[in-house]
């Protein structure tokens, strides 16, 4: 079942399935070129408190995303984080 | 002449590199967004070829003013018969992140007949975790050179001079790629195939990066860690600073008791000690301190702590219609509100880069440092306690920068709440880049270009202010009564404006010389209370004012009036320019001066009632 990255806590590993249509086009394009593209594993790696911005690890590369464009990201969970 | 253009994405080691192959100092540190500027300089190994460094862009379909200003030039350039090459830095580390803009730099170079030689930074990273990249293939691939280097360490630089010596005679014909027609959604797709098959083998991100961060962004720690940094980059302005302003102090004092007694006429005696020594020196004492607070700021930047400070700061930022990302030049606004403005063009929403270019003059910048270190040391006990790590003066700095900062929140929020948004919000994306040991010498050496900057800028201004004042303050008695003099004339005319808050016509004439620059301020007190001698500087100044009766709340008042004024005609240049707006510079000097005025009102009013 597809939840979005943004409900990822620390520790979790997902694959992205799409993104929503609700994300604008140049953001869907944006964070594609930063490597998010569907079928990519991406990990859930730091969730600061207070609701800023959450650390996601895609290969090599370390971006934060806030939840106006995480939240728009469809994944599905590989392994959750015990 | 040849030219060579330098793209890539952005903390790719772009500046470092252009450094490295130009000779040049352009500003690197471990962010994305440091260059916001074209830079150009002849390649030292070639003379002949001139490279232009282009502002970091992570693709050319782009979405902040700062890419669409990288992007315009670029395409422009590339109609410029003298450009021969274009040189395309990726990341090796993390070829998913380049390989995009790699394809879309090579489709746009070959439809304007350019040769793109690729190069792949970071070489010495993944040789150090001996991880292996196909960098062959990948030429192959994308029919271009690809070569490996290290901007830091140099490997590779051969074969780069090698490469742009040896195709330079080959006609347009010969550059092809396949790519030309490409749709760019097609493009992404080979991006990412590319990226798999070609990019490193193996974990590179260090653990230790991890574990920073598990510290650095923890829920508790994090906000208590960034509040522990912040307090620690104000305390050593004073802490680090304060042995080298006293060398400038005693260095000025004894070049004083030499020359001032070795000349003979009364007048240019006089005019030595009073606006050189005075005016002037008193204003150079406080070059350390411009010194030490941009390289604490460099080595947040440098080390990857600036990215972390910008995301711990993102939420509560959003509170006042900001981003995380403005944090980066509002804290730059601490030294100088002129880089700042220009490390605004990063924040991709029109919006909140508007509201960010409100807050940095309310931002605590170095200009303001003199004169808050001045009235602080008039007015502050010097207690101190921890062996001198926490003192009354070091809090009251921290005070007085604090509610600079907080002014330009409240401004902000108040700003975004009360307009209409005209444009379409951006979401933020932050690149978090690895931790590293920050590179001591060209942070020294920045620094030392931003202090020289600061004097050579406000140098000149406060020259020219000092002798304007001191010939109003000399003549025409020939120095005999301030009072009766020019000056005295003219104070005595503004004095009513400058009563409520509980000055004399002294300080009206030093806050009026002051709209120019505002450290002009120092400089035009020194001048008007005649401290004659080397020691003239602080401490006699600082003296002088206990014994002008002054109070309490006057000072204060003088404190709120400088946190708010917009009083920098450099900076207000530079807004305008960035802005491309006038009537926004202009409404915001009027603004920012009655708020100044009436807050400093209300502040003698108020402290005069508790005094």
């Known amino acids: ?82 | 002449m040849r030219k060579v253009i330098l793209i890539g994405s952005p903390n790719s080691g772009k500046s470092l590199l252009f450094n490295r192959l130009t000779g040049m100092h352009q500003k690197v540190a471990n962010f994305p967004g440091i260059t916001v500027d074209m830079a150009s300089g002849p390649m030292q190994s070639l003379p002949d070829v001139t490279i232009v460094d282009y502002p970091g862009t992570y693709s050319l379909q782009p979405i902040s003013g700062e890419e669409e200003v990288a992007v315009e030039h670029f395409k422009h350039a590339l109609d410029d018969p003298q450009v021969v090459h274009v040189l395309c830095l990726i990341d090796a580390t993390r070829l998913e992140k380049s390989v995009y803009f790699m394809l879309q730099v090579i489709r746009e170079c070959e439809s304007h007949g350019k040769r793109v030689v690729v190069l792949a930074n970071m070489m010495d990273i993944l040789k150090k975790h001996q991880i292996s990249i196909d960098l062959e293939g990948l030429a192959r691939e994308i029919k271009a050179p690809v070569i490996g280097i290290s901007a830091r360490t140099g490997i590779g630089f051969n074969d780069l001079v090698e490469s742009l010596n040896s195709d330079i005679n080959l006609d347009e014909k010969s550059v092809d790629s396949g790519i030309a027609e490409v749709p760019d959604a097609f493009l992404r797709g080979t991006a990412h195939q590319l990226a798999r098959r070609y990019g490193p083998k193996g974990d590179i991100l260090i653990k230790s990066q991890t574990r920073l961060d598990d510290f650095f962004l923890h829920s508790v720690f994090g906000g208590i860690s960034f509040f522990v940094i912040m307090y620690l980059l104000f305390q050593s302005i004073f802490t680090l600073a304060a042995p080298a302003m006293e060398g400038v102090e005693s260095a000025l004092g004894w070049v004083s008791d030499w020359v001032v007694p070795a000349i003979g006429s009364q007048m240019a005696r006089d005019f030595t000690a009073d606006a050189l020594f005075s005016g002037i020196g008193a204003f150079l004492v406080f070059v350390p301190q411009i010194f030490v607070l941009t390289f604490v700021i460099g080595i947040l930047e440098d080390s990857g702590y600036m990215a972390r400070a910008a995301l711990i700061c993102h939420k509560p930022l959003r509170v006042f219609g900001l981003t995380g990302k403005s944090f980066i030049p509002m804290l730059s606004g601490v030294a100088c509100a002129i880089p700042a403005i220009y490390a605004a063009r990063s924040i991709d929403s029109p919006r909140k880069r508007l509201l960010t270019y409100m807050a940095i003059p309310l931002m605590p910048c170095s200009a303001r440092l003199p004169v808050y270190t001045l009235l602080i040391a008039a007015f502050i006990p010097q207690v101190t306690a921890f062996g001198g790590l926490l003192g009354m003066q070091g809090l009251a700095m921290f005070a007085i920068y604090f509610f600079g900062m907080a002014s330009g929140l409240v401004v902000t929020g108040l700003v975004s709440r009360m307009s209409e948004d005209h444009y379409a919000d951006l979401p933020f994306v932050l690149e978090m880049p690895p931790y590293r040991i920050p590179a001591w010498q060209p942070l020294i050496r920045n620094s030392w270009n931003r202090s020289k900057h600061f004097v050579t800028k406000a140098g000149k201004i406060i020259f020219a202010v000092t002798v304007v004042v001191w010939i109003l303050g000399y003549f025409p008695n020939f120095g005999q009564d301030l009072a009766a003099s020019w000056l005295g004339y003219l104070g005595l005319w503004i004095e009513p404006l400058f009563a409520p808050l509980g000055l004399d016509w002294r300080y009206g004439v030093a806050v009026l010389t002051s709209f120019l620059a505002r450290e002009v301020f120092v400089g035009t007190l020194g001048t008007m209370f005649g401290i004659e001698g080397a020691e003239e500087n602080m401490v006699p100044l600082v003296a002088q004012i206990q014994a002008s009766g002054l109070s309490i709340a006057s000072g204060l008042a003088l404190l709120v009036f400088f946190a708010i004024a917009l009083m920098c005609v450099s900076t207000m240049a530079i807004m305008a320019r960035e802005s491309e707006s006038n009537t926004l510079t202009l409404k915001l000097f009027a603004a920012y001066g009655l708020a100044a005025y009436g807050l400093a009102v209300l502040t003698y009013n108020v402290a005069t009632l508790f005094s």
Not at chain 1, 11 to 32: H, N, Q
């Open chain 1, 1 to 82: 079942m597809a939840i979005s990255l943004w409900s990822l806590k620390v520790g979790d590993r997902c694959r992205i399935e799409c993104f929503d249509d609700t994300l604008a086009d140049s953001y869907r394009v944006r964070v594609m070129e930063l490597g998010f593209h569907p079928g990519e594993v991406v990990s859930c790696v730091q969730a600061p408190a207070f609701g800023a911005p959450k650390v996601y690890r895609v290969s090599n590369t370390m971006f934060s995303l806030d939840e106006e464009v995480a939240a728009h990201i469809r994944v599905v969970l590989l392994t959750a984080n015990a």
